[in-house]
């Protein structure tokens, strides 16, 4: 049975600092991409950082870059998001999504979200 597990929301001041994990299992985590999103109330779902297959290539928008980083660790099946520099409008519900396998990517799972509300 696949699962994407995330944990590490919580309420933070501005200015703080959280980490989110992701814990995979069901299927060859080491094949797959892995992406975060993160949807706030009355808004799309937004891409907020990816991570290749290999762990070498890496995407973010504008909004988080410089403040948000993604790692992923193949022999724990675990992907994170450290997350700097909170603001307020990052506040949101995050979502782990692993896309794969290789070469042909054409199966996609999610995860069920963790808050994260930046507020003072």
């Known amino acids: 049975q696949v699962q994407l597990v995330e944990s590490g929301g919580d309420l933070v001041q501005p200015g703080g600092s959280l980490r989110l994990s992701c814990a995979a299992s069901g299927f060859t985590f080491s094949t797959y991409n892995m992406y975060w999103y993160r949807q706030a109330p009355g808004k799309e779902r937004e891409l907020v950082a990816s991570?290749?297959?290999?762990?070498?290539?890496?995407n973010y928008p504008a909004s988080v870059k410089g403040r948000f980083t993604i790692s992923r660790d193949n022999a724990k099946n675990t992907v994170n998001l450290q997350m700097n520099s909170l603001k307020p409008e990052d506040t949101a519900v995050y979502y782990c999504?692993?896309?794969?396998?290789?070469?042909?990517?054409?199966?996609?799972?999610w995860g069920q979200g963790t808050q994260v509300t930046v507020s003072s």
């Open positions: 991570i290749s297959w290999t762990g070498n290539v890496f």
């Open positions: 999504n692993a896309v794969g396998p290789v070469p042909n990517f054409l199966n996609k799972y």
